[in-house]
């Protein structure tokens, strides 16, 4: 089949900036030298870790590894290394082109497996190719983000960064992953960006069809429409529009968002302008909808320069009296229902831990047959910079044994500065669970039972994703009910307002079999004394074990009278979602999602909510949280999960004859611990972590704690007096 180039795809190449694709892989790939790889005229392949695998050109017309035009696509296999060697890293490197003004790089993206793998992909800009560390990432994804349909191909778009226009630059596409998913690639091209279009306006309005139009600032004479559920994060594309206004059509009962963008004369594209909310029935006719943003710069005005803040709390007052609690999605975007028609005053007041009360926004709106919807934004004020950073591990699915299992790994900026040079460590238990790979925006380096991650930079407010693949390893070594440990915990961050979130205990139940809608929580069923301040952490998983797609799904879940319910933050979740919380009473509602049943597409039929929230003050030694939730899928009867429970326990192994044989100080620690023998001759001097495991052991007065990581530990004191044991707190 020969390719051909439609007009609204005209690409740019690197020779000349002509109307064509830079490649279409359609050419036999040339020798690049002795014992080299093949690459495509004029490109490069580098397999800088991974002896066995790089990218090659697909069979000609193969079914198995289809081109999106033409015969042929770039095409990259799976590597599966040994535990100890470096993750694969294959590079696919362009020729050298000049970068014009408002550049972008589209190129079309194929996964073969669903399901996430673990896989990392990039896309790069540099000057060198003789020296990798001249190129620098613009574009990170994991296997959902770079592919949401991940066997169907999905155009992709990258801005190149302005600081590269006038420079000869290459493009690179990079993936790492040990045994991930495999890479197909076709049609990369050029193009330069134009003016957005602006005022969107969405009209004559029935249950499956509405108008949308909206004014062209530029000479575009085709748009790119995209309408996705309210709730859904857009996947940044949609259908090509010759017209204006367009039509679209096929919708069902419910909230939706638009957005348009222009298609460049060469065949580029603009920025998307939206959204725009609309609404095909009476249920969700009169909302509020709106965005919180940061003013990064004291000028009082915020803009897109000014960071969207997810994951914030915004309190709702109806007629002046208090309604409920809404939460930005992770676009810092959220969306109010339920208003009657008439005049109502609202008074909206978003909130951040560790920052001071921020001014409430009061607005009058009036909700007629003409008018069903108002738009509030919040520009919260400059405010003085401090660190608050934390972590979060957690997984979507059960640890089985003989099966692998992904775990992800978060760090989230939960203020207002930049934090440098980031680093998580991360303790599994390595007589339960055998490490495969890292897929990550930051490196990681195992060294016996720990993973020592390099993050990096993190912004303001910024939050970076990674996971780790491990092997459960088969019985008689893991069997049903046992719990696997993990700690992970942040390098120290100076001055940060909040410790209690930059260590996590995670406990995993090993399973034979499960139930796919249930709860868990994550620090495991028993905490101690000293960890009652700290957070508690929740996921709520479901699956559509059903026949049909299940459109509609909400949660319920009631939080116990113990939990501090104004502590609620939401984590992350598999779709897009709104929540509110009533009280203690939180809805997690997922519209319009369309949800695969298990039959069809089993990988695709899961979904999840983690979050968390901190006890109440008083929470002590034998309270018990427990926590139950209630999903229903469209109309059916509701699933009442499992109960998780956590209750407060004392630290057994403690002994009266402690206090004749030693003291230990200071208690909490930080880097020496002082041993003072009050009886006997000082024998040994054994230090144990929560689990029996030995972390120390001799027989000095002093003992270097620096290397420990923070937590609760026990201490074995033996003199030729008797033995005592005490509790020992690390911070």
Known sequence: MKKTLLAVMAMVSLCGYAQQPIEGFESPWVSQGPNLPLAPPGWIVINQFGPAVTWVQSPADSEDLPAHTGSYAAYLNKENVAVSDVIPKDWLISPAFEVTENAQIRFYSRLMVNGDQGGIYKVYVGTDPADLTTFTAIYT???????????????????????????????????EGDNADRWLLDDVGIFTACNAPTAIVVENIDLTSAEISWTETGTATQWEIEVVPVNVVPTGWGVVATANPFVV???????????????????????????????????????????????????????????????????????????????????????????????????????????????????????????????????????????????????????????????????KNWANSNVDDVAVSLEFDSSKLEFISEGSSFNGVVSGNTIAFTVGDVAAFQQILGNVKFYVKQPPVNIGGEVINFNAELSVVESDIDMTNNTIVYEDVIVNSYDPNDITVHEGAKIYEEQVNDYLTYTIRFQNTGTAEAINIKLENELDELLDWETFQPIASSHGYTVKRTDNLL???????????????????????????????????????????????????????????????????????????????????????HVEVAQGELMSVNVYDINGRLCFSGNDTIIDTYTLKSGIYFVKVTTDAGSGSYKLIKH
């Open 587 to 673: 809805e997690f509602e997922y519209k319009d999602i369309f949800l695969p049943d298990s039959t069809s597409n089993e990988p695709g039929s899961h979904g999840h909510i983690t979050y968390r929230i901190k006890p109440k003050a008083g929470f002590g030694i034998g309270d018990i949280v427990s926590n139950t939730a209630e999903i229903y899928f469209d109309f059916n009867e509701a699933i009442v999960t499992n109960t998780a429970t956590t209750e407060v326990v004392e630290i057994l192994g403690l002994n009266d004859n402690a206090l004749r044989i030693a003291k230990l100080y200071p208690n909490p620690v930080k880097d020496q611990l």
């Open 141 to 175: 994804a994991t296997e959902f983000q770079i592919n949401p349909i991940q066997t169907d191909y999905t155009e992709k778009f990258v801005t190149i960064p302005s600081n590269y226009a006038g420079q000869q630059v290459h493009i690179a596409f990079v993936m």
């Open 249 to 411: 059509t096929g919708l069902s009962s419910g909230a939706y968002k638009v957005y348009v963008r222009a298609v460049c004369e060469d065949g580029g594209m603009s920025a998307w302008s939206g959204p725009q909310m609309f609404y095909t029935d009476e249920a969700f006719d009169n909302t509020v909808t709106g965005t919180v943003r940061m003013d990064a710069n004291g000028d009082t005005v915020c803009n897109e320069e000014d960071t969207l803040l997810g994951s914030i709390a915004v309190s709702v007052s109806i007629d002046g009296v208090y309604a409920y609690t809404a939460y930005t999605d992770a676009n810092g975007e959220y969306v109010l229902y339920g208003f009657e028609d008439g005049v109502h005053t609202l008074t909206l007041t978003p909130s951040i831990p560790g920052f001071p009360e921020f001014p409430s926004v009061e607005e009058t709106v009036e909700f007629t047959d003409e008018i069903n919807e108002w738009s509030i934004s919040h520009c919260l004020p400059e405010q003085a910079p401090f660190n608050n950073l934390g972590v979060n591990f957690y997984t979507y699915s059960n640890p089985r044994p003989g099966f692998n299992i992904v775990y992800f790994l978060t760090v």
